[in-house]
């Protein structure tokens, strides 16, 4: 486990996002690479609003773009599917929770890809539930 005596940089949750990439199973990065993976410090105010969050401090990812399930041939995309993790609200739950913060990126990237394939919250909190 990385120590940090400091806060973590966007470089580093960067690090840690790619290094969580690298390892899920090949056939599922295969299905996400059209994806970008950014790192910002924490979304908008609009943004956490028309998400239904009182604050964007509540938001810690998200993936902006239309998922697998809704996607055909046809589909031309205006703007890349992106999966955006935020910097602070990460730090914020990792001081808060005291859990290991690779963990913490890796679960929020493995959240935000799965609304890529077309799972809802529900359904994400449904599968952490039975594992």
Do not use: C
Request: charge should be negative; proline fraction near 6%.
């Amino acid at each position: 486990m990385r120590r940090f005596h400091h806060p973590p940089t966007l470089d580093d949750i960067v690090e840690m996002a790619e290094q969580a990439f690298a390892a899920i199973p090949e056939e599922l990065r295969d299905l996400v690479r059209g994806a970008a993976i950014v790192v910002e410090e924490v979304a908008d105010e609009q943004t956490a609003q028309e998400l239904g969050f009182e604050s964007p401090w509540a938001l810690t990812g998200l993936y902006r773009g239309v998922p697998l399930t809704q996607k055909s041939v046809m589909h031309a995309p205006l703007e890349p599917d992106t999966i955006t993790l935020y910097r602070e609200p990460i730090l914020l739950e990792w001081v808060e929770t005291g859990e290991d913060l690779f963990r913490l990126v890796r679960n929020v990237l493995i959240h935000e890809i799965a609304h890529h394939f077309g799972f809802s919250d529900d359904d994400i909190e449904r599968l952490e539930g039975e594992g």
